[in-house]
């Protein structure tokens, strides 16, 4: 297993456009996070899956974002009619369920978005 | 939601001990004090992480305060990749909380 895996690394997208980003846990993970960062700040919570279940959203999580985690596996985060402040890095993390807040979580790579 | 407090920047010099302070005196009785650190445009990797007591890996040691609304992250030997965004996070079942973190420099 090598990590979390997220794609694509970067995406260049036209305002109003929709984009999806993917990312793959480390295998038996059940936990699964998304973040955003936004240059310059640290990562600012999006969502939280355990298992197929989201189980927690932010305020910052807009009627245009959508997150979800099929089969409790992979998970997508797509944001629909992108906006030039939606540029930012997209960072995955997943961590097991045993231990809870007890363990170390894996972060992934990141997708950094560009709206143009 | 639980806050942590940072100083923006620190400077070290090479194979000298580096303190890196943290303040959370919000943190509730179930979180866990984590630390990550981050370069640029790459994910956080993890550092270490404790509840109540002071705790040691081959990374760095963290050091929590008895009441628990601080703590100090300590890398017993600073080397120039050691050079990092870190990242005082308080974790609860669901959620990391990030602060801003501290931009550590090392000087050969």
Redesign the interface.
């Known amino acids: 297993d090598t990590g979390?895996s997220q794609n694509p690394r970067h995406k260049i997208t036209k305002r109003g456009q929709n984009v999806t980003f993917r990312c793959d846990p480390i295998s038996e993970h059940n936990r699964l996070?998304w973040?955003r960062q936004t240059l310059g700040?640290?990562?600012?919570?999006l969502t939280?899956f355990q298992n197929e279940a989201q189980?927690?959203k932010s305020r910052l999580l807009s009627d245009r974002f959508s997150a979800e985690r099929p089969k409790g596996s992979f998970s997508t985060l797509e944001i629909q009619r992108t906006e030039q402040g939606d540029s930012a890095m997209y960072?995955c993390?997943s961590s097991p369920q045993q231990g809870?807040?007890?363990t170390?979580?894996?972060?992934?790579?990141?997708t950094?978005l560009t709206v143009v | 939601d639980a806050k942590t407090t940072q100083p923006n920047s620190m400077e070290s010099n090479e194979e000298e001990p580096v303190h890196l302070p943290c303040n959370h005196s919000t943190i509730s009785g179930t979180d866990y004090i984590h630390w990550y650190r981050q370069l640029p445009s790459q994910g956080p990797e993890y550092v270490i992480h404790g509840l109540t007591s002071n705790v040691n890996n081959r990374m760095a040691s963290l050091a929590i305060a008895e009441d628990r609304k601080s703590s100090t992250l300590i890398l017993h030997r600073a080397t120039l990749r050691d050079a990092a965004v870190y990242y005082c996070i308080l974790r609860n079942r669901r959620q990391f909380y990030f602060g801003t973190g501290t931009s550590l420099t090392v000087i050969p």
Do not use: C, H
């Open positions: 979390v996070y973040y700040q640290g990562p600012e919570f939280y189980l927690e960072l993390a809870a807040q007890n170390e979580a894996f972060f992934g790579q990141g950094r």
